[in-house]
């Protein structure tokens, strides 16, 4: 259950970020005013990522990977580069990006100008978005 939520999730969360990120550039090489509804996407996005990241943690403390993490150790995991991937490489990098969200969105309220806003928005959420794409489990989720 827990499981097929976070995947499905991803998909909305992927989606938003892309368009928050494509709305960004825009907004930014045209000159466009920063209005309500580009206000609206990115905060649609910081909080459709934060409930990712929620469900995220506990399909993370439920998986099969943690009890293989918590049965064989640190060590072993390392070694198996599926296991790896779901019990550090993936959770680390959805966190940063995460991260990267966060710290965008509430940075570009402190900027004066449209462009200042646009700008922060697409350079944070632009890394975030390379940071989802470098470790989605592309071969498990499809
Ligand atoms: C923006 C954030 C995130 C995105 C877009 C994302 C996306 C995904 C996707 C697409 C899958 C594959 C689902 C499938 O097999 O059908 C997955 C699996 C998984 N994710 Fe995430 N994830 C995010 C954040 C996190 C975080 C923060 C954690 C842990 C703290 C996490 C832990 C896991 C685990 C443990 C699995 C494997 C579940 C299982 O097969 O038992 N994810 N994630």
Do not use: C
């Not at 938003?16 to 649609?44: H, M, P, Q, W």
């Not at 399909?59 to 150790?73: C, I, R």
């Amino acid at each position: 259950m827990i499981k097929m939520t976070h995947s499905g999730w991803a998909y909305i969360a992927l989606l938003i970020l892309i368009v928050a990120f494509i709305n960004a550039i825009i907004g930014l090489t045209s000159n466009k005013e920063f209005k309500d509804k580009d206000l609206r996407i990115s905060l649609f996005t910081l909080i459709i990522a934060h409930i990712q990241l929620i469900i995220g943690f506990i399909a993370y403390f439920t998986s099969d990977y943690f009890t293989s993490l918590v049965e064989n150790g640190m060590g072993a995991t390392m070694k198996d580069a599926v296991v790896r991937l779901f019990v550090v490489e993936h959770p680390l990098m959805m966190i940063l990006a995460v991260v990267f969200i966060t710290i965008g969105f509430s940075k570009h309220k402190s900027k004066t100008t449209d462009k200042a806003k646009f700008k922060t928005i697409a350079i944070f959420y632009g890394i975030a978005l390379l940071l989802v794409l470098s470790r989605i489990p592309w071969d498990h989720w499809f």
